[in-house]
């Protein structure tokens, strides 16, 4: 015989083994872990519902989960838990009330970040949309194009004077 062979028959063999809990087994467990809940001890209850879920599932079963989760502080993984309960049970409102509830308490918080420093240069250069502000900056440029050309015209040298024209004609 093969090894393959012989690791395919301890396979199956393991899972003829293990079997299923019972409807009965499963129910007394459920009404242990609710009387767990009940009584505060959410941890206890939590692990009775967990070995339940391992052979039975539910809707009502993943909700009781993500309530003990949401107990033990355990946010995330409650969110986990309703999203089951809601994927096998969509019109349980108690359920979409209990998951609203969950990721109100997990929503991110984005703080500013800082400005672009050559953004906010510019954004002082360019000024506000103040209209104060661009009435003097108009006339600074007024006053400076005046100079430029009173410059221009006392100037001897004939490139230098071109030169003032040309800025003062920009300003």
């Not at 104060?132 to 600074?140: G, K, N, P, S, V």
Request: glycine share 8%; hydrophobic share 45%.
């Amino acid at each position: 015989m093969s090894t393959r062979t012989a690791f395919t028959l301890l396979i199956g063999l393991m899972a003829t083994c293990v079997h299923a809990m019972d409807r009965a087994t499963a129910d007394s467990l459920v009404v242990r872990a609710a009387d767990a809940y009940t009584g505060g001890d959410h941890a206890r209850a939590l692990a009775l519902y967990d070995s339940v879920a391992g052979s039975w599932d539910s809707g009502t079963l993943q909700f009781n989960i993500g309530n003990c989760h949401y107990k033990l502080g355990d946010v995330p993984r409650a969110i986990l838990h309703y999203e089951r309960a809601l994927r096998r049970a969509p019109g349980a409102e108690d359920v979409r009330a209990n998951l609203d509830l969950a990721r109100q308490q997990v929503v991110d918080r984005v703080n500013e970040l800082p400005g672009f420093s050559l953004g906010a240069t510019w954004g002082r250069l360019r000024g506000g949309r103040d209209t104060d502000t661009w009435a003097r900056r108009a006339l600074w440029a007024c006053l400076l194009c005046c100079g430029m050309f009173a410059m221009a015209m006392s100037l001897r040298h004939r490139v230098a004077r071109r030169v003032a024209y040309a800025v003062a004609g920009l300003l």
